[in-house]
């Protein structure tokens, strides 16, 4: 069983695409039951059919209540009303929004870890009334049920290295119970397009060197730092700012202050669109301090995009420390320095780019990434299935391993919406 908090067609980030993509992958090796969000509840809690969406997988949506203080709250009430006389139908649960906290069943429980929420607590700032209450109300509670889950988890995911670190270090987890698997690309839909026709399709000059970052508009991701360095630059460099959040006044006044007019804010874009903005930039700045894991550096070098970013916390792995794509310098003329270096060397920047690309398909495939998970998988139940008759056993061509009983029963009140 899987539970997420995101899934389509509810995704918010790159946990939501995580859990899309791995349980698509999974279903492959085992018989998979999703659980996930339906439409917000305010009053009542009720629940709706399972529904099949191959011969693997079954999706069961719950309702929420979509209020920031007990949006995560609810999802995990509804999951425990849903299945606490349940769990015997499976052999393991494995989570990726720290859902375990009302789960107190000895079925093994896995996590898969994003972002550590007493991190993010640490590292923001109480620079606006919004992000402020933010801090005080509903990180803490949701750091406090994390932190719940967390004890009631026996082995855990995360994508890098610096993943492991941090919960290691915020939550006292032994690195023995963790486990780092990156995430994958779906190189169907990011690879390389013809440039010209993608710019042409965006509107987006085609005498111009493109410039991009995707990305929520906070305080981490120090956009302003780019918006900064476009000042150093000249005007047959345009920057394309892809993504929404709390900072977009600001960086916004920033833009009007410097007089740049090469700096353009697409908003919030849709999953689907993504992938053409990559291919029409020439290289993608990632400006972040923090990021969990790179996702957006090889959605982009999968692309066919040079990456330029912070050679810092989970974007080490992606980057090699400092082997793929350019590390980042720190104020806006050395970024722009290099950024110039870059842009108008064709040679190595074609270099660059079939380098990237090489390099993102060899690591970073999501059946590779499910093979892992699901080695972890084997991991925990191999002391259970050696001991037991009741579940049966069937060897798949290419792993031979476990298949896990899915629950057949589980039918609900509510049609699904």
Not at 323 to 333: A, F, R, S
């Amino acid at each position: 069983m899987f539970f997420t908090e995101e899934y389509p067609p509810y995704i918010r980030g790159g946990a939501g695409v995580y859990a899309y993509y791995i349980t698509r992958e999974l279903a492959n090796y085992c018989d998979l039951t999703v659980v996930t969000i339906n439409k917000p509840a305010y009053r009542y809690f009720g629940f709706s059919k399972s529904f099949k969406v191959d011969t693997n997988m079954d999706i069961v949506r719950v309702p929420f209540v979509n209020i920031p203080t007990l949006r995560f709250s609810s999802m995990g009430f509804n999951i425990w009303k849903c299945f606490k006389n349940k769990l015997e139908d499976f052999d393991l649960v494995h989570s990726n929004s720290a859902l375990l906290f009302m789960i107190k069943h000895k079925i093994p429980k896995i996590e898969t870890i994003h972002n550590v929420t007493k991190e993010l607590i640490e590292t923001e700032k109480f620079d606006s009334l919004s992000n402020t209450l933010d801090i005080l109300f509903y990180s803490r509670i949701r750091d406090f049920l994390q932190r719940r889950s967390f004890s009631n988890t026996n082995h855990f995911i995360v994508p890098s290295q610096y993943g492991k670190n941090s919960i290691s270090k915020f939550y006292q987890i032994g690195e023995e119970k963790i486990s780092v698997i990156p995430n994958g690309v779906d190189f169907d839909v990011f690879r390389p397009r013809d440039k010209l026709s993608v710019r042409r399709r965006l509107g987006i000059p085609q005498d111009k060197k493109v410039l991009l970052f995707v990305g929520r508009l906070e305080a981490v991701k120090r956009v302003d730092t780019l918006i900064e360095t476009m000042k150093f630059l000249d005007d047959n460099i345009i920057l394309i700012i892809c993504g929404a959040g709390s900072k977009f006044p600001k960086l916004l006044a920033t833009k009007r202050k410097l007089g740049l007019n090469n700096v353009l804010f697409a908003g919030q874009i849709d999953h689907d669109i993504i992938p053409l903005y990559y291919n029409a930039a020439d290289l993608y700045v990632h400006t972040s301090t923090m990021e969990s894991f790179g996702i957006i550096l090889l959605e982009s070098m999968a692309s066919g995009t040079v990456v330029m970013a912070s050679n810092t916390t989970g974007l080490k792995d992606v980057m090699q420390n400092g082997k793929i794509g350019y590390v980042l310098p720190k104020t806006p003329i050395e970024i722009a320095d290099l950024i110039k270096q870059v842009l108008y060397d064709d040679k190595k920047l074609n270099e660059e780019r079939e380098k990237g690309l090489k390099y993102v398909k060899e690591s970073y495939s999501w059946e590779k990434v499910a093979h892992s998970t699901f080695d972890v998988y084997k991991k925990m139940l191999k002391s259970k299935v050696m001991s037991s008759s009741t579940h049966s056993m069937k060897k798949i061509t290419k792993y031979d391993s476990v298949i896990l009983p899915k629950a057949t029963n589980l039918r609900f009140q509510y049609d699904r919406v």
